[in-house]
Every structure is written in structure tokens, then in C-alpha cells.
């Protein structure tokens, strides 16, 4: 069974369904995760984290069984920065003002907003397998545009991708999810079953492709604002990617986020590829040992 001890319930927050986890004892730490996952991503990790934490794992809205606001021309909806407000107001709504973050893939995009927008309540923040999204696009190149071409693919206007996922959505699973070549055997079971169940739900797919259209859009108009103010992450900073993976290979992760920090930045590469928390748990949980505080 996963996520042993941990409490399975869904909360409104300003009128957004979220489905979330929680469990664990000590200072609340919050997980965020990617696309095309849900929660249950975090299933090797939380149960350990929550010896010394508070966990809370929700799906991010538009994700898993969270509400999905319809499409829209400006896709704002989908920002960050709304899916960052999300975070705050179910945090604050558990009791906790001031929390610790760590996020992978979209849900780590997520947290890079917050982080900005709401620097009083992310006490440290880790990020996984990402370089600010900014960065990702006035970087691009022939590598990234073929690397990562499903970024400009789910970003296409609606209903283009939508139409061509919908047509076999565990076949585009099974290909989204080999980024270093997988079988499907590779999440759990469990896991994998629930990514399945909530991308077959009447909206989700959508939603994810809204999540890249605010990607190339919306939220890189907050993203350059946040750069021309001078914004920047004020709290430490955990930068870990996949080994395996296309982070390290295109970019200098660590010197990148410095230019985005204000406060000490720190991390490396893990023995995975993108899917850490699956792949690399202990790894992951040994680079997050001296970096989360248990006392916080």
C-alpha cells in the first residue's frame, strides 16, 4: 500500500478542488509534482520525509483528480502564478504560514513562483530537473527544441494536441514518460495506474496543454517582469537533476539558479534520469539530508 499513515481527502480553495495527501509528524514541507503525473510520484519519498515532516502532496490544478478551470485565450488559469496561489491558500488553510518546498518538473515551476511571489511564506525550496523556464526559452536551440519538442507540441493552439493525445492517451504516456528509454514497468503499478486513471478524466489532457501554452506565454510576461524588478528567490536553494537526464548535459544548472537567488544555492546531479523521486529516492533523500530543516 502507499503512503501508509498518510490522510487521502480533497479541500476547496477559493473555489479550486485540489486532491492532496498528508502525513507526518514536524515542520510542514510541501511536494509538488510533474507532468503527466499526479502525487502518487512522491510515493518512495513522502513515507521517509514524514518521519521528520509535515508532507502534504496535492495535485496541482488542472493535474490527477484537482479541479480543471476550462481553456482560455490568455491561459491564465494555468500561470504559474495562479497555480502558485493555489499552494499558498491550501498551506495557510492547513495552519501553515511558513513552509519548506521541494517540486519536480511543472510543480517545480510552480515553486520557483512562489518562492517569488510569496517569499515570506517558502522557508527553502528544492527544485528538480529544471532550470528557470525563462531560461529554457531564450536559450533555445536546435538540441532543446528536439529534446524537449514537447514543449512547443502541447504549447500548439487548442484543440490540435489535445485531439492527437486524446486519440491513445496510455500510448502518449508510455512515449512522454521515455525521455531515457523506459518500459512499463518502470513506475509503480499503483502509480502508474492512478497518471492513467486522471488523464483519462474529461478535462485533464487539456489542462495539461494549457500548463505549456502559459508557459510560452503568460508566464513568461511575469517571469520578465519579475527579472526587470529585480525579484529573485531569497531563500536557500537545492538544485538537483538526473544524471541520465538532458539538465546537465545543455546547461550549468547551479550557475544558472544563482542567477536567480538572492540567497545560497546548492546541489547536483543525481544517479536517475528525469524521474528522481522514482528512480533515485535514496539518492534524492541523501541530497536533502543537511538541506531541509527539521527544525524549521
Known sequence: MLFEGFTLEERDIAGQRLRLRHGGKGPPLLLLHGNPQ?????????????RRFTVICPDLRGYGFSGKPPVSDDHAAYSKRA???????????????????????????????????????????AVLDIVPTLEHFERTDMAFALGYYHWFFLAQRHDLPERMILRDVEDWFDLQTSREPKDRSFFHPEA???????????????AICEDYRAAAGIDLEHDRASRAAGERIRCPLLALWG??????????????????????????????GHYMAEEAPEAVLAALDGFLDPAA
Do not use: C, K, N
Not at 38 to 50: G, I, K, Q, V, Y
Not at 246 to 272: E, H, K, M, N
Open 243 to 272: 544524471a541520465r537526464g538532458r539538465i546537465g548535459q545543455w546547461y550549468a544548472p547551479l550557475d544558472i539558479w544563482r542567477a536567480y537567488a538572492a540567497g545560497p544555492v546548492s546541489g547536483g546531479p543525481v544517479p536517475s
Open 38 to 50: 499526479t502525487h502518487l510520484m512522491w510515493h518512495r519519498l513522502a513515507p521517509a520525509l514524514a
Open 192 to 206: 502508474r495506474a492512478d497518471y492513467l486513471a486522471a488523464l483519462r478524466q474529461p478535462g485533464t489532457v487539456a
Open 83 to 125: 497555480m502558485a496561489v493555489d499552494m499558498l491558500g491550501l498551506m495557510r488553510g492547513l495552519g501553515h504560514a511558513r513552509f519548506q518546498v521541494m517540486a519536480h518538473d511543472r510543480g517545480a515551476r510552480v515553486a520557483h513562483r512562489l518562492a517569488l511571489d510569496a517569499p515570506e511564506a517558502v522557508h527553502r525550496l
